[in-house]
RNA sequence: GGUCCGGUAGCUCAGCUGGAUAGAGCAACAGCCUUCUAAGCUGUGGGUCUCGGGUUCGAAUCCCGACCGGAUCACCA
């Protein structure tokens, strides 16, 4: 039992026994006291206030005095109508011999609140969530938009696995499409026969500079044209450039073999470069869905709701989805030559996802601006007749925005993730270079390999830490933090334990001997013991909290409060060389704990931690 | 124009299911390493929580209305 629970049931009997009245969850009302009062959770008894028909402070006097009867509550004082409660040491000492023994602290067995019904004959097991993130195009490299999804999407499904989820995280890639046969055709025309062998450039980069290429030359032809009279539209529609895009996009529908032949060795580039890109992020994919693989199924998906009457054709062909008794607009589903757009796509995708895998619950992890595409796409699923239409979710998060405002491909005002992450590592391995101290006697490949982990830490911490439905800000002239409320900082507080740690004369001798013989609060804990038990016994619910609301901030937040406390503790009592051996036993058993849940919760933001830094 | 999201310190962000004097970090300034890692700790300055109403014991938080910013409403993805 929480100590929520245990002060919420005291207060009620007590609140009974004085007034006679049942309260209710909703009147007790528990919050940690603030610092500048003494006691760790406070009651607030304004709910009490009216039926005692006595002043605030009085009340809470009285529930106060009660409440004394138990041997929880060791003091207490009231403030107007707040009661500081203090909880007895032998409380938090047993609270943290419980979260020692627990290996598991922070997950959770069963699902959430929010988890839908197993499914039938199923028998027992958690519920399937599955994770849709990342879904590139094909046609450039990452940017730091498709890091901050990357990141999101990755902890996102570690945190739902932690409250009880079987997770499956997934990929659809966009590997058709017109914006590969525009970088196919700059290829083509310009490349002369570049291969990421031949340059040296990572197949991802080197198709996205043929992407930026085509736009080049498709602009100046637009100019041309308009240079010669011919108005803007026009000419953006006639452009030959445009034309020849258009009739490679048909061929490699009609299966031409040579379009199909280029655009599978394309892609292969891609992909190498990717998976690069994604390793190094430290992102990964149980089952990967191209989009080349399920276009069609959508597309006899769509033709089965023409069919039954849930779309109608226009005279030129195309196919139409009239949503307006939704409140919404008419939407296209097939273009008049009968060629697809990304919501055929996507239906035909959620329908192959839904034969592959028993599916609970799926969420989409795709940015804001495309809030209205999915909900179109829930209802058009549920009209398809899919009983899984209304309860998908769309993880809609924030835009990464530059000083000046979108980043945007074409234009070349994109900050690239792998050249980001250069950036971050190199940055981190300059830093460690002031830290002989406490670095040196390892090796130059080790000095790399904590560089890496501080490096990307620092700028997942950076990324995670922003409420993800939130635009977020990212100034490439400043770098980012190493000090204060980063990464870097909670990376460093964890490599401080390990080291004191590893200095204990013989730390699992030590530890184990707490356990068996019974760590007592004999002689009183320290206010800092206290806060930093009181903080350890808080990461379940940030867990919780995080997932229900899918937010990787909330662990953020939550490993920043844990490491401030912990530096606080560490600054003022001294752990190994603290004579009294209980005391220092129970620190040790402390320290060594605050590290585990360190550990933990970075590992739910996919934050590695280095053992010294 | 319709819909949705946001506006908190110079900057980047917490806090938002109503609770005590609104918090961090960065930047600025002043201290703390013969003591377990100074990527740390302590302190100072910095606020009309965009504005105006309302709800109540109590509003940054909830409601209404303005203003400002962003997204979206494609035979783009």
């Given at each position: 039992?929480?100590?929520?629970?245990?002060?919420?049931?005291?207060?009620?009997?007590?609140?009974?026994?004085l007034y006679d009245v049942?309260?209710?969850?909703?009147?007790?009302?528990?919050?940690?006291?603030?610092?500048?009062?003494?006691?760790?959770?406070?009651?607030?008894?304004?709910?009490?206030?009216?039926?005692?028909?006595?002043?605030?402070?009085?009340?809470?006097?009285?529930?106060?005095?009660?409440?004394?009867?138990?041997?929880?509550?060791?003091?207490?004082?009231?403030?107007?109508?707040?009661?500081?409660?203090?909880?007895?040491?032998?409380?938090?000492?047993?609270?943290?011999?419980?979260?020692?023994?627990?290996?598991?602290?922070?997950?959770?067995?069963?699902?959430?609140?929010?988890?839908?019904?197993?499914?039938?004959?199923?028998?027992?097991?958690?519920?399937?969530?599955?994770?849709?993130?990342?879904?590139?195009?094909?046609?450039?490299?990452?940017?730091?938009?498709?890091?901050?999804?990357?990141?999101?999407?990755?902890?996102?499904?570690?945190?739902?696995?932690?409250?009880?989820?079987?997770?499956?995280?997934?990929?659809?890639?966009?590997?058709?499409?017109?914006?590969?046969?525009?970088?196919?055709?700059?290829?083509?025309?310009?490349?002369?026969?570049?291969?990421?062998?031949?340059?040296?450039?990572?197949?991802?980069?080197?198709?996205?500079?043929?992407?930026?290429?085509?736009?080049?030359?498709?602009?100046?032809?637009?100019?041309?044209?308009?240079?010669?009279?011919?108005?803007?539209?026009?000419?953006?529609?006639?452009?030959?450039?445009?034309?020849?895009?258009?009739?490679?996009?048909?061929?490699?529908?009609?299966?031409?073999?040579?379009?199909?032949?280029?655009?599978?060795?394309?892609?292969?580039?891609?992909?190498?470069?990717?998976?690069?890109?994604?390793?190094?992020?430290?992102?990964?994919?149980?089952?990967?869905?191209?989009?080349?693989?399920?276009?069609?199924?959508?597309?006899?998906?769509?033709?089965?709701?023409?069919?039954?009457?849930?779309?109608?054709?226009?005279?030129?062909?195309?196919?139409?989805?009239?949503?307006?008794?939704?409140?919404?607009?008419?939407?296209?589903?097939?273009?008049?030559?009968?060629?697809?757009?990304?919501?055929?796509?996507?239906?035909?995708?959620?329908?192959?996802?839904?034969?592959?895998?028993?599916?609970?619950?799926?969420?989409y992890v795709v940015g804001?601006?495309?809030?209205?595409?999915?909900?179109?796409?829930?209802?058009?699923?549920?009209?398809?007749?899919?009983?899984?239409?209304?309860?998908?979710?769309?993880?809609?998060?924030?835009?990464?925005?530059?000083?000046?405002?979108?980043?945007?491909?074409?234009?070349?005002?994109?900050?690239?993730?792998?050249?980001?992450?250069?950036?971050?590592?190199?940055?981190?391995?300059?830093?460690?270079?002031?830290?002989?101290?406490?670095?040196?006697?390892?090796?130059?490949?080790?000095?790399?390999?904590?560089?890496?982990?501080?490096?990307?830490?620092?700028?997942?911490?950076?990324?995670?830490?922003?409420?993800?439905?939130?635009?977020?800000?990212?100034?490439?002239?400043?770098?980012?933090?190493?000090?204060?409320?980063?990464?870097?900082?909670?990376?460093?507080?964890?490599?401080?334990?390990?080291?004191?740690?590893?200095?204990?004369?013989?730390?699992?001798?030590?530890?184990?001997?707490?356990?068996?013989?019974?760590?007592?609060?004999?002689?009183?804990?320290?206010?800092?013991?206290?806060?930093?038990?009181?903080?350890?016994?808080?990461?379940?619910?940030?867990?919780?909290?995080?997932?229900?609301?899918?937010?990787?901030?909330?662990?953020?937040?939550?490993?920043?409060?844990?490491?401030?406390?912990?530096?606080?503790?560490?600054?003022?009592?001294?752990?190994?060389?603290?004579?009294?051996?209980?005391?220092?036993t129970l620190r040790l058993?402390?320290?060594?704990?605050?590290?585990?849940?360190?550990?933990?919760?970075?590992?739910?933001?996919?934050?590695?931690?280095?053992?010294?830094?």
């Amino acid at each position: 039992m929480t100590l929520e629970q245990h002060i919420s049931s005291l207060a009620k009997s007590a609140v009974k026994d004085l007034y006679d009245v049942e309260a209710t969850d909703a009147q007790i009302q528990l919050q940690k006291t603030r610092p500048e009062f003494e006691g760790n959770i406070t009651l607030v008894v304004f709910p009490f206030v009216k039926l005692a028909r006595k002043a605030p402070a009085q009340v809470a006097a009285e529930i106060g005095e009660e409440l004394m009867k138990s041997e929880l509550v060791a003091k207490y004082n009231a403030v107007q109508g707040f009661l500081n409660l203090s909880i007895s040491d032998a409380f938090w000492v047993e609270q943290l011999r419980a979260i020692d023994a627990d290996e598991h602290y922070g997950r959770f067995e069963r699902p959430s609140e929010k988890a839908l019904p197993f499914k039938e004959g199923e028998g027992v097991g958690s519920p399937l969530m599955m994770v849709e993130y990342s879904s590139p195009n094909t046609n450039k490299p990452l940017h730091l938009g498709h890091v901050r999804n990357n990141l999101l999407g990755y902890s996102i499904a570690k945190i739902q696995e932690a409250n009880g989820w079987k997770v499956v995280k997934t990929n659809i890639v966009n590997d058709r499409g017109i914006h590969i046969c525009k970088s196919m055709l700059a290829w083509l025309k310009f490349g002369n026969g570049e291969t990421p062998e031949s340059s040296g450039k990572k197949g991802d980069h080197l198709i996205g500079d043929y992407y930026v290429r085509f736009d080049k030359e498709y602009k100046a032809q637009i100019a041309e044209l308009t240079a010669k009279g011919m108005d803007e539209e026009t000419a953006k529609r006639e452009a030959p450039l445009m034309l020849e895009a258009q009739e490679m996009l048909r061929k490699w529908e009609a299966n031409d073999p040579e379009v199909r032949a280029l655009w599978a060795k394309m892609n292969e580039w891609v992909y190498a470069g990717f998976d690069e890109t994604y390793k190094r992020m430290g992102v990964s994919f149980d089952k990967i869905y191209y989009e080349s693989n399920t276009y069609l199924e959508g597309k006899s998906e769509v033709e089965k709701g023409l069919a039954s009457g849930a779309f109608y054709r226009r005279e030129d062909g195309s196919v139409w989805a009239d949503l307006t008794k939704d409140g919404l607009d008419e939407k296209l589903l097939l273009r008049s030559d009968g060629t697809s757009v990304y919501m055929t796509q996507d239906i035909g995708t959620a329908k192959l996802r839904f034969q592959d895998y028993p599916i609970d619950k799926m969420v989409y992890v795709v940015g804001n601006e495309q809030e209205y595409h999915f909900k179109v796409l829930s209802i058009l699923l549920d009209r398809l007749g899919f009983p899984f239409g209304k309860e998908l979710v769309h993880f809609s998060y924030g835009m990464v925005e530059l000083p000046n405002g979108k980043m945007k491909s074409r234009e070349g005002t994109v900050v690239d993730a792998d050249d980001l992450m250069d950036k971050m590592v190199s940055d981190a391995r300059e830093i460690s270079k002031d830290k002989v101290n406490t670095l040196q006697g390892i090796t130059e490949a080790e000095a790399d390999e904590i560089a890496r982990k501080v490096g990307l830490g620092a700028l997942k911490y950076f990324i995670l830490k922003v409420d993800p439905r939130k635009n977020m800000l990212f100034n490439p002239a400043e770098s980012i933090d190493f000090n204060g409320n980063t990464g870097p900082f909670i990376q460093y507080t964890y490599a401080r334990i390990q080291s004191v740690l590893r200095k204990s004369v013989s730390p699992k001798d030590g530890l184990s001997s707490v356990s068996d013989s019974g760590l007592s609060a004999e002689g009183g804990l320290d206010a800092k013991e206290l806060a930093l038990i009181q903080r350890l016994c808080e990461y379940p619910a940030a867990v919780r909290t995080a997932g229900d609301e899918f937010s990787p901030a909330v662990l953020c937040n939550y490993a920043y409060a844990l490491a401030c406390d912990f530096n606080s503790f560490y600054h003022d009592l001294s752990i190994l060389n603290e004579p009294d051996e209980q005391k220092k036993t129970l620190r040790l058993l402390l320290s060594a704990n605050v590290a585990k849940i360190l550990k933990s919760a970075f590992g739910l933001l996919g934050i590695e931690m280095p053992e010294r830094m």
